[in-house]
Structure formats: C-alpha cells, structure tokens
C-alpha cells in the first residue's frame, strides 16, 4: 500500500503561472519530506487524522490564491463591510441571485455544469452609475450618470443589457414618462442632450418602486465606439413636472441609485458525472476517498464576496495501489521495475466544478461569475 502525503493532492489545484504556482512547489516539497519519512506508525491510530487535518488546512490557503489568481487579482479588494452596505444596491435583479444563495445554501453550483477554463468566467455585470465629466455638465449638473466600461465585454455575448432606475412616490396616480439622454461635451454642440430612449409608466399614488429600460442598443453602441460613452441624464417627470428618478444620493435613498445590469451568454455546458468513495471525518475508510470542507469567506475577513459566504469545497485524502492505474498498463510495470524512483500513484482531484459568485472587483462593480475548478467532486488515484 502506499499513502499519498499531504501536498501532492493539491496539485491539480493551482492554475499554471498562476501566484498559487509557488505554493504548489512548496506543497510538493512538504510531501517528498513526508514521503522519506517513512510509513506510519500503526501504533498510532489517529496519524491519518493529523494527516488530514494539514491537507485541510493547505487546502484553505490554496484556495484562497486559487480565487485571487481566477479573478485576476493581485490581492483582495480593500471594501469593508460597512462600505458593502452602502455600494449595494437595494434593487431586484441582486435580491433575485441573492435569493438563490438563500434557497440553494452552501451547495450554490449549477447541476450540470462542468469547467474547463482556468480563469473565472462572468455572467452578469452590475455597474454603479458614476457623476458624469465636468465638460458635460452646466453648473454642475447633472450629477449622473456616467458608466465606466472597465469590464472587457464582446458585443457578442451580451444577452441583455437593462437600466435600473428607482422612482420617488408620487403625490397622486400619475403618467411618469422615464427618459434616457445622452450626454454630450459642450465642445460637440453645446452641451445638449439627444433623446435616446423613452418609457410610459402608469404609477400609483404613495408607492415606490424600480423601473428597467432595456439599453442593449445603447452599451452595443458604446463599445463600438467608446468616445461617444460621455454618461446619460435620466429623469421621469410626472403630469405635475416632478422628476421623480433617484439620482443622487440624498439621505434615506442609499442603495437607490441608477445602475445598469448586463447580462452575457455562457459557453456550452456537458452534464457531470458523480462516482468514487465519499467518507466523513470520522469514516475509517483508509482509501482514497472524498472528504467534506467547508470554506468561510468570513473566516478569511473578504466582505468584498457578497455570496456565498461559504462553501463545501471537499479535499482528498487516502491511500492508493499500483492497481489502480490501469489506463496505462506500462506504468505499473515501470513502478514494479522501479519501486525506488517513482512515488506511486497518489489521491488527487479527478473532478473538480466551479461555483457561482457575487463579488465587488477593485472598481467596486458588482459581478456575477463562475470561477472554474473551486469544488472537488471526485477523487482518485493517478
């Protein structure tokens, strides 16, 4: 029999030229010492246990370089959680991905999906809506709204594309006409403002609420052409000549402000199959096999995750046989010609899925994405 050590189940875990690349040379480090160590001592019934418990805790780290690496980031953004509470928006669409945290738990993940990819791919983008440049404003106004284009979008993949806009109660039930006009520098006519799109709402008196407008034409435009992007004036005037659109952040309204939510098409996706040993901590099963670990993004002090706010990501640990590598006859030979030379077949991740997440980037835009190869949901020898 032989065990496989501690660092040699994170190996499939870290993205190549990746931050998590030296992490993966010291784990393999970790386990050549604990290879030489020799075999355990049978005397000692709960050495597996000490063994699990530092696969654990590697395995934590590694997925926190892991996340980093995936999300292209450096380090985790610096927002804290009472800056959360202000940037979040109060609106539907986030309440929506919101309440599938509260309805799936920690197992968040689609049930078919499979990944192949090793960075995170996005699928909903929420941008706060931003004050607009000087040069388009008289007399400082208006106050909104200008939507930077951080995020590297293909004009291909943009399912659908919505402002969010809140209205103020109206004193009485009223016609509110909800207007989008686009922003223009005083050097390019003037300052004015060409209409360009409009929406014809039925309103009910002493009630609030959120209105979408579909943008998909106007961010298409954008991106063809990003110096036309000088931000848009929103305004929903009532048959008194109120405007009832939140823009601005006046007291009592945080959380209100317009924001534009796109939504991108996913790549394919193939059904996933389940099989090999699933054990609990307290399993005596000495084989490679699935074990349980819940990740806390609490623990780890990122309130920059909206959700989950954890995770069963699972870690593998047990032993192996030269049997079990039978995909490639030759190499059981090998290993019996040259027991000496090679470490023998090891448990590691055979299958592994990614999970969905919430999470403000470094420009404090909410995304939607699916960071690839985050669950372990097989384990094997190999």
């Not at 995170?120 to 929420?126: G, K, L, P, R």
């Amino acid at each position: 029999m032989h065990f496989c050590h501690i660092g040699l189940t994170l190996l499939m875990l870290v993205a190549p030229a990746s931050p998590g690349e030296q992490q993966q040379q010291t784990l393999q480090s970790s386990a050549s010492a604990s290879a030489s160590a020799g075999p355990e001592d049978p005397s000692e019934p709960c050495a597996t246990c000490d063994v699990r418990q530092q696969i654990k805790s590697m395995r934590l780290n590694a997925i926190k370089s892991q996340i980093l690496s995936k999300l292209r980031m450096k380090e985790a953004p610096n927002i804290s959680r009472d800056v959360v509470k202000q940037l979040l928006p109060r609106a539907p669409p986030l309440q929506q991905l919101l309440d599938q945290y509260d309805v799936l738990g920690d197992d968040n993940r689609d049930a078919v999906a499979e990944d192949d990819d090793e960075h995170a791919v996005t699928e909903t983008v929420m941008m706060m809506a931003t004050e607009p440049e000087p040069t388009v404003q008289a007399n400082g106004l208006p106050k909104c709204c200008l939507f930077s284009l951080a995020q590297k979008f293909q004009a291909s993949r943009i399912f659908r594309a919505q402002l969010w806009v809140h209205l103020r109660a109206a004193e009485e039930a009223t016609t509110v006409f909800l207007q989008i006009s686009r922003l223009t520098p005083a050097s390019n006519g003037g300052g004015r403002h060409v209409r360009l799109r409009s929406l014809k709402l039925d309103v009910n008196a002493g009630t609030s609420s959120w209105q979408s407008i579909d943008v998909k034409q106007v961010l298409s435009v954008w991106l063809r052409q990003p110096d036309t992007n000088w931000g848009i004036e929103i305004n929903a005037y009532d048959n008194r000549g109120n405007d009832l659109a939140v823009t601005s952040a006046e007291p009592g309204e945080e959380g209100l402000q317009p924001f534009m939510e796109v939504k991108l098409n996913e790549g394919p996706r193939r059904a996933r199959r389940d099989s090999g040993l699933d054990c609990d901590e307290n399993s005596p099963e000495s084989r490679c096999c699935r074990y349980p670990l819940t990740v806390d993004f609490e623990d780890f002090g990122w309130d920059w995750i909206i959700a989950p706010k954890r995770y069963k990501a699972n870690y593998c640990s047990g032993e192996c046989e030269y049997m079990h590598l039978q995909k490639y006859p030759h190499t059981h030979l090998v290993n019996k010609a040259n027991p000496r030379g090679n470490a023998g077949p090891c448990c590691t991740p055979t299958k592994m899925s990614p999970i969905n997440m919430i999470y403000f980037n470094r420009k404090e835009e909410i995304i939607y994405g699916k960071i690839p190869s985050m669950v372990v949901d097989r384990c094997g020898c190999s």
